[in-house]
């Protein structure tokens, strides 16, 4: 055992160092968000989704220098990166739209003009939707209409419709009655 330690002695500090920094990188980043999310009056489940996005990309940047650590050919890494992402690239064009919806849920997080509470309108001509808005989630809207009915509303449409804000903070409003 102490051969293995005395033979890989600075792949193993290297290695460590790495993971030390990308876990401070991971920690500053999520922090971040979630003092982002509390100015701008978001849930902290949206805060904690966005840190879960950023803790998988750290990962995989960590793979990806572990594998040059290790000493890995430049050549059999690109090889495998591009044959991961040539699969998942295919696997995702299928599933496009649940892509959109979550890119559209980091882009609501970060500069979204209304939160939950808001009575938003949606200028929709197929749909026309005016409502409080529940909870932003990943993939949707959750928004309560006045007769009560729920409508889900995907995060990539609302980005793509003009919305006009009816009432700030109606849902506060409506229960402190």
Same mark, same amino acid.
């Given at each position: 055992m102490t051969k293995?330690f005395?033979?890989?002695?600075?792949e193993?500090i290297?290695s460590?160092?790495?993971?030390?920094? !990308?876990?401070?990188i991971?920690?500053i980043i999520?922090l971040?968000?979630?003092?982002?999310?509390k100015r701008?009056?978001?849930?902290?489940a949206?805060?904690? !989704?966005?840190?879960?996005y950023?803790?998988?990309?750290l990962v995989l940047?960590?793979?990806l220098?572990e594998?040059f650590i290790?000493g890995?050919d430049?050549r059999?890494?690109?090889?495998v990166?591009?044959s991961v992402?040539?699969?998942i690239g295919?696997?995702l064009?299928?599933?496009?739209?649940?892509?959109?919806n979550?890119?559209?849920?980091?882009?609501?997080?970060?500069?979204?003009?209304y939160?939950?509470g808001?009575k938003?309108?949606i200028h929709?001509?197929?749909y026309p939707?005016?409502?409080?808005i529940?909870?932003?989630r990943?993939f949707? !809207?959750i928004?309560?209409?006045?007769?009560?009915d729920?409508?889900?509303?995907p995060?990539? $449409?609302i !980005?793509?419709k003009?919305?006009?804000?009816?009432k700030?903070?109606? $849902?506060?409003k409506?229960?402190?009655?």
């Amino acid at each position: 055992m102490t051969k293995f330690f005395e033979a890989y002695q600075s792949e193993i500090i290297y290695s460590v160092v790495v993971l030390i920094v !990308l876990f401070i990188i991971r920690t500053i980043i999520v922090l971040s968000v979630k003092r982002i999310g509390k100015r701008s009056g978001t849930t902290e489940a949206r805060a904690n !989704l966005i840190g879960r996005y950023a803790t998988v990309t750290l990962v995989l940047i960590a793979l990806l220098i572990e594998a040059f650590i290790l000493g890995f050919d430049t050549r059999d890494i690109t090889l495998v990166f591009s044959s991961v992402f040539a699969v998942i690239g295919i696997g995702l064009f299928a599933i496009w739209s649940i892509l959109s919806n979550i890119t559209s849920g980091v882009i609501m997080f970060f500069s979204f003009p209304y939160k939950v509470g808001d009575k938003i309108k949606i200028h929709d001509k197929d749909y026309p939707v005016e409502a409080i808005i529940e909870d932003i989630r990943a993939f949707q !809207l959750i928004l309560r209409e006045d007769n009560g009915d729920l409508v889900t509303y995907p995060n990539n $449409l609302i !980005l793509q419709k003009a919305v006009t804000l009816v009432k700030k903070d109606a $849902l506060s409003k409506s229960t402190s009655k």
